[in-house]
C-alpha cells in the first residue's frame, strides 16, 4: 500500500531553517505530483507547496514564497522541503501528499495519498 513518512519536525526558533523530508513508497513516484501541507490548530488545512506531474515544476502557496524551498531526489522517492526565516506563524504539523498525475490544486480534498504530519514548533 501507498506510504508517505514524513520526518524532520521538531522545535526551532524564530529566524532559522529547517528541512523536513518524506519518503514515499508503494506507488510509480514519477507518476504522482507530491506536495506540502500544513495545518495549525484551530485552522484548515493550507497548501505549502507542490511539485506538479504535468511539467515537474514547483509551485508555493503564498505563506512559503520566498521563505520555503521544495526540493526532490527521485532516486530515493523523496522530496523536501526546506523552510528558512521561519516564523512563529509556521508553527503547525506539515503534511506530505501525493496527487495522481496531479500536484497544482491547492485544495486538499483533490489529494489522493497523505503522510501522518510531523510538527514543526517555531519558538520567538
Known amino acids: 500500500q501507498v506510504q508517505l513518512v514524513e520526518s524532520g519536525g521538531g522545535s526551532v526558533e524564530a529566524g532559522y531553517s529547517k528541512t523536513l523530508s518524506c519518503v514515499a513508497s508503494?506507488?510509480?513516484?514519477?507518476?504522482?505530483?507530491m506536495g506540502w501541507f500544513r495545518q495549525a490548530p484551530g485552522k484548515e488545512r493550507e497548501f505549502v507547496a507542490a511539485?506538479?506531474?504535468?511539467?515537474?515544476?514547483?509551485h508555493y502557496g503564498q505563506s512559503a514564497k520566498g521563505r520555503f524551498m521544495i526540493s526532490r531526489d527521485n532516486a530515493k522517492n523523496t522530496i523536501y522541503l526546506s523552510l528558512n526565516n521561519v516564523k512563529p506563524a509556521d508553527t503547525a504539523v506539515y503534511y506530505c501528499?501525493?496527487?495522481?498525475?496531479?500536484?497544482?490544486?491547492?485544495?486538499?480534498?483533490?489529494?489522493?495519498?497523505w503522510g501522518q504530519g510531523t510538527q514543526v514548533t517555531v519558538s520567538s
Open positions: 501528499a501525493a496527487d495522481f498525475r496531479g500536484g497544482d490544486d491547492a485544495d486538499p480534498n483533490l489529494w489522493d495519498f
Open positions: 508503494g506507488l510509480t513516484f514519477n507518476q504522482y505530483g
Open positions: 511539485f506538479s506531474w504535468s511539467d515537474g515544476r514547483g
